[in-house]
């Protein structure tokens, strides 16, 4: 049984630049959940995708996008980066549509906007 | 959405001293989950209960439904405890949506 894993570990990005980070979630999980985490705070819910489909998001602009592919990995895309896009930002696999069922970490993508 | 409060924000505690997290959230939930983070990111999920305690090894999680208010517990602690502890719930109380997380207890255990 893999686990969840997340790429790139870091990366740098410029203001205004565009990104792209992944995530292979749990085998037999098709649910991921993307989170964003800055420094000393709580992880922030993003947005959610189940079967391909966007099924719940939270309070992030339009420019914060995502895909979910056949095989349930997953994808963020951000546009137009923010300085204070700079931050931890972690996905969760978890099996079904709903929250009840236990979540899986990866270890998560520390972006920093320069 | 889900509002969730976690108490206390930071602690330090003698090897072996009893430790009491506590969490309440503001809209009502099918399940709450405890999450463990070590420096680096890394999130671990040490439970997810719907109702009344559970236990595992040294850690124990309790729930009450109606008061909103959930509990973590470890029992004679050790400095390999220390990590931030984090309840979430869902974020907007039930379904399909994903999670709205405290600001996480920074856990000191010290030898």
């Known amino acids: 049984e893999t686990g969840v894993t997340q790429s790139p570990t870091h990366l740098i990005k410029t203001r205004g630049q565009q990104v792209t980070l992944r995530c292979s979630s749990q085998?037999?999980?098709?649910?991921v959940s993307w989170y964003q985490q800055a420094l000393g705070q709580g992880p922030q819910f993003i947005f959610q995708?189940?079967?391909?489909?966007?099924?719940g998001r939270g309070n992030f602009p339009p420019r914060f996008s995502g895909l979910q592919f056949p095989n349930y990995s997953s994808e963020l895309n951000v546009n137009a980066l923010e300085l204070d896009d700079s931050a931890l930002y972690l996905c969760a696999s978890s099996l079904a549509g709903r929250v009840n069922s236990p979540l899986h970490f990866g270890n998560g993508t520390r972006l920093t906007v320069t | 959405k889900n509002e969730v409060e976690q108490s206390p924000q930071n602690l330090t505690a003698q090897e072996g001293e009893f430790i009491t997290i506590n969490c309440s959230y503001s809209?009502?939930?099918?399940?709450l989950h405890w999450l463990q983070q070590h420096p680096g990111g890394g999130i671990v999920s040490l439970f997810m209960l719907s109702s009344g305690k559970k236990k595992h090894g040294r850690l124990i999680a309790t729930i009450n439904i109606q008061e909103k208010h959930s509990s973590l517990h470890i029992t004679a602690s050790h400095p390999r405890d220390s990590a931030v502890y984090i309840c979430?719930?869902?974020?907007?109380?039930?379904?399909?949506?994903?999670?709205?997380f405290g600001k996480g207890t920074h856990l000191i255990i010290q030898p």
């Open positions: 085998s037999g999980h098709n649910t």
């Open positions: 979430a719930a869902p974020y907007s109380g039930g379904g399909a949506d994903g999670l709205t």
């Open positions: 809209v009502g939930i099918s399940a």
């Open positions: 995708y189940y079967r391909e489909e966007e099924n």
